[in-house]
């Protein structure tokens, strides 16, 4: 199989992405589900950035080097990947954040209708959002209602005034069908807002063939915008007029260099802006988005699903399929870019096996999760990285009290 590995490299047509990123030698980087790599361009924006716009351009570089339109040209380097025509997408703030303006903005619309239905095993963030949003205007507005996945088109009725889904499950990788369940709820009149943080940059999304009304997403995982980047949200044109969000600062208003003391909102997702945009951090999101520019995002789904393929032959080569439960699909199309494995010392293991300089992460309570990200990881990662897994099986050398150490990000 490791012949196998190897020949499957060198028929990818995607192998050479891997060159646009700085990936450390002896390092099999399983986390990118998480945090991206860091594209080479994005380190060279950030010099960039630092010593000549900030250091010596100054403040003249808001004009200068188009600072403040960053926000714009983010979104626009990323709503072709989320099949959204130009002036839908913006960055700003977090996926929180966004979500909160999008759910405040999204129930004003819906007069009459109180229940935001989200699945009980959704994010935390977008099930807390909620919750805060509840306690902030009283459950005479705004109810939370948490289902199964499997119970969430029983959940749909007239009553129902937001879906809020995450197209991904964090843990498990199970793919929500967001154009099927998007007409479903709006034949009940419901709005429905996606989180894409686990879809942007891996899987084909056509929010606007699929009449999604308002998404967000986050740019650190497969879009490498480095750690803490700023999220992105999408509103669509058909709402853009009505829809207000809540959090009026100066950067969403129409002309906020007029320093005038009432809020008009700018025209477009533009006024889902807040503050002052995140200069570096953008800047350099901005250069990583440059890479998408010749990539066929469905060529990337199509190594993402071998990868993910890959990995269960490889697994069940090492006859670890049973120690180490796959909690994910087993139909790869219903798959994300990861696969979960379950195991009472799957923190340890993965400790363990980032000491072999496999990174991959745990969840809570007991996932071993896996990413593969198809532009900087090949096959015979895969099969270097099951290896070293089955020695850490067959030795369990997770036991050592070092890798039962519990740290604070996990
Ligand atoms: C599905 C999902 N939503 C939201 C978040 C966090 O969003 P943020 O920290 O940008 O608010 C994550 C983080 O991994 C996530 O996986």
Redesign the pocket.
Known sequence: MHEEARKRDQQDPLASCREHFEIPTNCIYLDGN?LGALPKAAKTRALEVVEQQWGQDLITSWNKHAWINLPQQCGERIAPLLGAKHDQVTCC???????FKLLCGALALQPGRTKIVTTND??P??VYIVQGIQQLLGEQRCQLVTVEEAGIESALNDEVAILLL?Q?N?RTGNVLDMATITKKAQQHGILTVW?L??SAGVLPIKLDEWNVDFA???T??YLNGGP?AP?FMYVAERHENAFIQPITGWMGHATPFNFSSSYTPHEGVTQSLTGTPSVISMSVLHAALGIWNDIDIERVRAKSIALGEFMLECMAHFKLADELVLASPLNALQRGSQLAFKHDQAYAICQAWISEGVIADFRAPNILRVGFAPLYIGFEDIWIACEKLKTIMDQQTYLHDHFQKKHTVT
């Open positions: 998480s703030d977090s996926i929180s954040v966004n979500l959704n994010f963030t977008d995450t991904v964090f989180d943080a686990h967000v997403g986050c650190y995982k803490g999220a």
